[in-house]
Nanobody, 130 residues
Framework: QVQLVESGGGLVQAGGSLRLSCVFS????????MGWFRQAPGKEREFVAG????????YNLDSAKGRFTISRDNAKDTVYLQMNSLKHEDTAVYYC???????????????????????WGQGTQVTVSS
């Protein structure tokens, strides 16, 4: 059974940086696309960034453009989200999620909708003070 454990959240001042980590276990990380989502109080869960099995990336341009970078380390079964120039509106619980590729042709896939992901972490709180 796949387990995802996020870490790296916390309280940071506006303009600061955080790096979130998500450790994957219980499955084959190397054949999963990974995504980061966030959910602020009273708002729907929002796609932030995703990375395919082969390392292609995509971002929600509205929320992450030019400031966030997703990466993966297959040797450590870990996906990261580097967040720079943080803003108060980035305050949310951040979740990582896994999508298991069905075949090698699926290695380019980066789902952007939450229902496409099958496994989720428990979330890590990011609070940006203004």
């Amino acid at each position: 059974q796949v387990q995802l454990v996020e870490s790296g959240g916390g309280l940071v001042q506006a303009g600061g940086s955080l790096r979130l980590s998500c450790v994957f276990s219980g499955g084959t990380f190397g054949t999963c696309a990974m995504g980061w989502f966030r959910q602020a109080p009273g708002k729907e869960r929002e796609f932030v960034a995703g990375i395919s099995v082969i390392g292609h990336t995509t971002y929600n341009l509205d929320s992450a453009k030019g400031r966030f970078t997703i990466s993966r380390d297959n040797a450590k079964d870990t996906v990261y989200l580097q967040m720079n120039s943080l803003k108060h509106e980035d305050t949310a619980v951040y979740y990582c999620a896994a999508y298991s590729a069905h075949s090698s042709s699926d290695y380019y896939t980066i789902p952007t909708r939450s229902h496409e992901y099958t496994d989720w972490g428990q979330g890590t709180q990011v609070t940006v003070s203004s």
